[in-house]
């Protein structure tokens, strides 16, 4: 938080006597609409306390930009060592070409829960701004996002959008696809939908999709039945683990729709071993319309998200706040591709 109060004052004084960080003094006394208002007027009546003055040259040395955004992926579990949900490395190109469009340099590294990342990039002056992929289980990760708009740090995310966010968050219509999964699978005659992911506040954007696929259920006549639930994170793996569950309790079910393709190429895994024919006896849809999902047998119907225009948007974003204008808007809408998995209508 600072130290105490020596001689002539500084903007570390300033940030001791305030409960705030060093940098979040600086951006509130040059202005910054990042910091709150109320931390701002009480960073400013302390500086009116102690007198302090702000050196414009060296201010302005401070403000100068870096040009430079740090891109930090969120570790997951994966088959290999890359340790990157490939949806995520399928946005790095868009992210890559939208710097270069704008002349920006791009830092690409990992974040980590134990680290502090605006000390390591935003204000050490390496980068203007963050843009992060991936959290693991929200309720954990919140905590480092409000710490990270409380100091005052440029960053824009990709997530799950809702009306209580902090304005930084771009995604996608979950809910909206999730129904328009369930709607697929209805027209072609399932009534036993299960769904295979996480459906609490622990994963958000899961929890969207399940309700999309809830309210299709409901508007055809059909009561969810929270039987056919299985949560899963966003590996092979867990998929695997989570279909072989639900098969092993004899519960009755046509169609899986799972929050993810990973997951969902376990699951067909899990089928294929069980006997069950895909579509025949389960109808199967993912989410994410990654590489892999058109190489499975049969190829994976699955929620196409626009990646392209995902990393155009953060970064737009982004700039929005390291300039002080308005950002874009944070909803993008998604499209579902149909093949084989899902059978015919």
Same mark, same amino acid.
């Given at each position: 938080?600072?130290?105490?109060?020596?001689?002539?004052?500084?903007?570390?004084?300033?940030?001791?006597?305030?409960?705030?960080?060093?940098?979040?003094?600086?951006?509130?006394?040059?202005?910054?609409?990042?910091?709150?208002?109320?931390?701002?007027?009480?960073?400013?009546?302390?500086?009116?306390?102690?007198?302090?003055?702000?050196?414009?040259?060296?201010?302005?040395?401070?403000?100068?930009?870096?040009?430079?955004?740090?891109?930090?992926?969120?570790?997951?579990?994966?088959?290999?060592?890359?340790?990157?949900?490939?949806?995520?490395?399928?946005?790095?190109?868009?992210?890559?070409?939208?710097?270069?469009?704008?002349?920006?340099?791009?830092?690409?590294?990992?974040?980590?829960?134990?680290?502090?990342?605006?000390?390591?990039?935003?204000?050490?002056?390496?980068?203007?701004?963050?843009?992060?992929?991936?959290?693991?289980?929200?309720?954990?990760?919140?905590?480092?996002?409000?710490?990270?708009?409380?100091?005052?740090?440029?960053?824009?995310?990709?997530?799950?959008?809702?009306?209580?966010?902090?304005?930084?968050?771009?995604?996608?219509?979950?809910?909206? *696809? #999730?129904?328009? =999964?369930?709607?697929? $699978? &209805?027209?072609? +005659?399932?009534?036993?939908? !299960?769904?295979?992911?996480? /459906? %609490?506040?622990?994963?958000?954007?899961?929890?969207?999709?399940?309700?999309?696929?809830?309210?299709?259920?409901?508007?055809?006549?059909?009561?969810?039945?929270?039987?056919?639930?299985?949560?899963?994170?966003?590996?092979?793996? *867990? #998929?695997?683990? =989570?279909?072989?569950? $639900? &098969?092993?309790? +004899?519960?009755?079910?046509? !169609?899986?729709?799972?929050? /993810? %393709?990973?997951?969902?190429?376990?699951?067909?895994?899990?089928?294929?071993?069980?006997?069950?024919?895909?579509?025949?006896?389960?109808?199967?849809?993912?989410?994410?319309?990654?590489?892999?999902?058109?190489?499975?047998?049969?190829?994976?119907?699955?929620?196409?998200?626009?990646?392209?225009?995902? +990393?155009?948007?953060?970064?737009?974003?982004?700039?929005?706040?390291?300039?002080?204008?308005?950002?874009?808007?944070?909803?993008?809408?998604?499209?579902?591709?149909?093949?084989?998995?899902?059978?015919?209508?």
């Amino acid at each position: 938080m600072g130290r105490a109060p020596t001689g002539r004052p500084t903007s570390f004084d300033i940030a001791y006597l305030a409960g705030v960080s060093q940098p979040t003094v600086s951006r509130a006394l040059r202005g910054d609409r990042a910091v709150s208002q109320a931390t701002r007027e009480k960073i400013e009546k302390i500086a009116r306390e102690l007198n302090y003055t702000v050196d414009k040259n060296a201010s302005s040395l401070r403000s100068q930009r870096s040009n430079t955004i740090a891109l930090l992926f969120f570790e997951d579990p994966t088959p290999d060592e890359s340790m990157i949900n490939p949806f995520f490395l399928a946005m790095l190109g868009s992210i890559t070409r939208a710097c270069a469009n704008r002349g920006l340099d791009l830092l690409i590294s990992f974040q980590r829960m134990e680290d502090d990342w605006h000390v390591q990039y935003q204000d050490s002056h390496r980068a203007d701004g963050l843009i992060l992929l991936g959290y693991g289980d929200y309720t954990l990760y919140e905590e480092r996002l409000d710490q990270l708009h409380r100091q005052g740090t440029h960053f824009a995310r990709w997530g799950s959008v809702s009306s209580d966010d902090t304005g930084v968050t771009i995604g996608s219509d979950n809910h909206g *696809a #999730g129904r328009t =999964a369930g709607e697929h $699978l &209805i027209e072609r +005659g399932r009534k036993r939908i !299960a769904f295979l992911g996480h /459906s %609490d506040e622990h994963y958000p954007e899961f929890a969207a999709r399940y309700q999309g696929l809830c309210d299709a259920l409901r508007a055809a006549g059909i009561e969810p039945d929270p039987k056919l639930c299985r949560d899963a994170i966003t590996t092979e793996a *867990a #998929g695997y683990a =989570a279909a072989k569950d $639900l &098969i092993g309790s +004899g519960a009755q079910f046509d !169609a899986i729709f799972a929050a /993810s %393709d990973l997951i969902a190429i376990g699951a067909m895994r899990a089928l294929g071993e069980a006997g069950r024919s895909i579509p025949g006896d389960v109808a199967v849809v993912g989410f994410d319309d990654i590489p892999a999902a058109s190489l499975t047998r049969p190829p994976l119907t699955t929620v196409m998200q626009d990646v392209r225009g995902a +990393g155009e948007r953060l970064v737009e974003t982004l700039l929005a706040q390291i300039e002080e204008r308005d950002g874009p808007d944070t909803r993008l809408p998604t499209r579902l591709v149909v093949r084989d998995s899902s059978g015919s209508a």
